[in-house]
């Protein structure tokens, strides 16, 4: 989104939760939105206009993204009479970090706070295209939940084929100037089922 940066090194692969309270920070349709916008490199301004919607409204959500440690000012330039920062995602996925898999003490609080890093952005994501459908936007989405009783091979071949899907069309550069392509996120969690 800007042309005038430097040049900037590559955004890392991963960017690790340290700390449950880093979740809060990915409950909001809104600032899932944002994360995916830094991707490329993009200050408040860009982020409100490629939502249409007021600056004023975005300064929370980014401060609290950078607090939680998911983007960060990754330069800074003169805009009139004010400094305005240019923002960019910390890492290409967010995962738990290898300290919270290792330390935890309360397990019930653990797996609570790891399934919140999973579903609730796919959860506001989600519940954004519906309110955006119901608003009569026809961009095409794909939702659905299955169960299946799968063999360790079945389920080693079902996350090789989901790599191989990411890999091929999720990562790398987006498409933010061509007006065939529309941004989609993907969510999945492989879980075992209990029906009991």
Sequence with gaps: MTDDLPHLPDVPDETFITDPSQVEALTSGLRVRILGL???????????ERLGMPVTRLYYHTNLLEEAGFIEVVHTRKSGARIEK???VTGQTITPGPEMLANVEDAGAAAKAFAAMVLEPARAETEDAFQRRFEGNEQRMAVGRA???????????????ISALI???MTGELALDDPQASGYAFTYALVPFDPA
């Design 38 to 48: 830094c991707r490329q490199p993009s200050s408040v301004r860009e982020i409100a």
């Design 86 to 88: 240019i923002y960019r």
């Design 147 to 161: 169960i299946a009783w799968l063999t360790e091979a079945e389920i080693e071949d079902i996350e090789t084929r």
């Design 167 to 169: 890999a091929e069309y």
